[in-house]
């Protein structure tokens, strides 16, 4: 089993059949030059200033695995179209190309490359469906996740969108997504096991329901759970809190009542009378924790309007993206056999090559980014970093969490204030463009207007 949930095997299948239509292709005409192919966004999602870089992290593990086994070709074979000496090729397919990526928790802005892949034809060719899919998900969610903790301005954040997401795969690799952002947990235990995030939770309304009385659910409740969160709103919020204070009164240190959860209702008014009663109740300890239905814009308001909340819960908004639930990623090929490659589309055009990234900072605070060609010289920080050499990871430790998480706190400390919004920012990031790479450009039009009106 790979963490993408899919076995080891069926990777060289998971892509869309013109990847294999056009690899055979490529392999009966004996094209097995190097190309390189680079993954960008064209545009922003709407209200966003910048995506956050994710995913990249696991994909390269799932890449060295990539194979077909007999199983493969014997499906192959049945779907038919594909010739026995292609798939004795395809039968012995690794990967054994390059790969420089940005790292994981970096922001990016449009026409930016997340990551670049320098290969055979064949070989850069088939990762792009496995890419896409993998880098777009958590690149997706990530960036969600992060206008949520900047609402949320120091307070706790809990992804409480499992049983709402797309399926169990994106449900999984959320959990990674969410931590590198900033996440203080999940209540996803598979996801919070297996990548080594907090678990946390409280109780549903059905649990009070299926008992006999409020007090007598939130009483058995806090003696097996000692220091648990007791969601109060299940008939009425406020009386739900006094009857958790009442039970704290009673039971004394056999109760250790850590905490409400408001679920519903105008949840400043609620926030406040809570606190109020916590506090007069000599309960300063316990948390108000919030959630139902909330979106990053609500979080603000209840920031700004001082709501003593201490951490938000979050589904559906979060785990479906739902204001914005894709980014327009786009794996181009940018360079065959040591010629820049472009496109005539228009609003598709491409910027041929190989390409380096630097970022550049004006007192300690983003200033503007710098593209240019992966030869050229060129100050700032450079972002494409090599990954993947010959196949083989360079550093496992790449697909570290925490140290992917520290990052994007980092980063996202550095962007100015109008990219940390949650609007769009009036004046979006500088992207500058090499000379350099301008006149590559403009050579690979010229060069593919001509290929165009050309025949053999």
């Not at 109760?255 to 300063?284: I, K, M, T």
């Amino acid at each position: 089993m790979t963490g993408s949930g899919l076995q080891a095997r069926e990777l060289g299948l998971f892509t869309d059949l013109y990847e294999l239509r056009m690899l055979q292709g490529y392999w009966h005409a004996g094209m097995e030059r190097r190309a390189t192919f680079s993954l960008s966004f064209r545009a922003l999602p709407p209200r966003r200033n910048f995506v956050l870089a994710c995913g990249q992290g696991e994909l390269l593990a799932l890449i060295e695995q990539l194979h077909f086994d007999d199983a493969a070709l014997a499906a192959l074979r049945q779907l038919g179209g594909f010739g026995e000496g292609f798939l004795d090729w395809l039968g012995g397919f690794r990967f054994s190309g390059d790969i420089y990526a940005v790292p994981e928790g970096t922001p990016l802005f449009a026409g930016e490359p997340l990551l670049e892949v320098e290969a055979t034809i064949a070989e850069a060719q088939l990762l792009e469906s496995l890419l896409m899919n993998h880098i777009h998900l958590q690149s997706l969610l990530a960036s969600k996740a992060t206008r949520f903790v900047l609402a949320a301005n120091g307070r706790g954040v809990i992804d409480f969108g499992l049983r709402r997401m797309h399926g169990s795969d994106a449900a999984l690799r959320a959990v990674r997504a969410y931590w590198i952002a900033g996440l203080d947990g999940t209540s996803n235990v598979l996801g919070g096991l297996r990548y080594g995030v907090p678990v946390l939770g409280t109780m549903a309304h059905s649990y009070v329901q299926a008992h006999h009385s409020e007090a007598e659910a939130f009483r058995h409740f806090a003696r097996l759970y000692p220091g648990s969160v007791l969601l109060v709103d299940t008939y009425d919020a406020l009386e739900g809190v006094r009857c958790a204070i009442r039970l704290a009164a009673e039971l004394g240190d056999d109760f250790r009542l850590g905490g409400v959860r408001l679920d519903s209702g105008d949840l400043l008014r609620l926030a406040r009378e809570a606190r109020r009663l916590l506090d007069n109740a000599g309960l300063q300890q316990a948390k108000i924790i919030a959630s139902g239905g909330l979106d990053e814009y609500r979080i603000a308001e209840l920031v700004a309007a001082q709501a003593p909340i201490d951490s938000f819960g979050i589904g559906s908004a979060l785990g479906t993206s739902s204001d914005a639930p894709f980014i327009d990623f786009a794996y181009k090929l940018t360079e065959y056999d040591g010629r820049g490659r472009t496109k005539l589309s228009p609003g598709k055009g491409i910027l041929p090559g190989r390409k380096q990234l630097y970022r550049h900072y004006k007192n300690g605070v983003f200033s503007h980014d710098r593209l240019c060609a992966r030869d050229e010289a060129g100050d700032g920080e450079a972002l494409l970093q090599p990954v993947m050499r010959g196949g083989r990871q360079l550093d496992p430790a790449a697909a570290d969490i925490g140290l992917a998480r520290e990052r994007c706190g980092a980063a996202l400390a550095r962007l100015p204030p109008a990219l940390r919004a949650l609007d769009t920012a009036t004046v979006a990031a500088e992207l500058q463009v090499s000379e350099q790479l301008q006149r590559a450009a403009e050579q690979a039009r010229r060069s593919a207007c001509h290929s165009s009106y050309t025949h053999e």
